[in-house]
């Protein structure tokens, strides 16, 4: 399973992006993918979750300013990213899981200046 991380990015304070994960497999055959982050000296933690049946979990810090989404035809999800704060500076990794384990991507950068 290969998972493409792309979207990251500088940007100020205030301003968005959008990241997108794409797949070499449908998404349906992950019963989770989800956007996990990564700031310096910091524990990786979740941002965003989707499942198969298209539920959706945030981490609670970023309810309202997050939005994850999937496009199934083209086996991508996406995390859109608004009102963004310079602590929202860190590596942002996909992750897809099945029952044949957990797969990530290769991180994306998203440094936001104040």
């Known amino acids: 399973v290969q998972l493409q991380a792309s979207g990251g990015g500088l940007v100020q304070a205030g301003g968005s992006l959008r990241l997108s994960c794409s797949t070499s497999?449908?998404?349906?055959?992950?019963?989770?993918m989800g956007w996990y982050r990564q700031a310096p000296g910091k524990a990786r933690e979740l941002v965003a979750a989707?499942?198969?049946?298209?539920?959706?979990n945030y981490a609670d810090s970023l309810k309202g300013r997050f939005t994850i989404s999937r496009d199934n035809a083209k086996n991508t999800v996406y995390l859109q990213m608004n009102s963004l704060k310079p602590e929202d500076t860190a590596v942002y990794y996909c992750?897809?899981?099945?029952?044949?384990?957990?797969?990530w991507g290769q991180g994306t950068q998203v440094t936001v200046s104040s």
């Open positions: 992750k897809a899981a099945n029952y044949g384990g957990d797969y």
């Open positions: 989707i499942s198969s049946g298209g539920s959706t």
């Open positions: 497999r449908s998404i349906f055959s992950f019963y989770h």
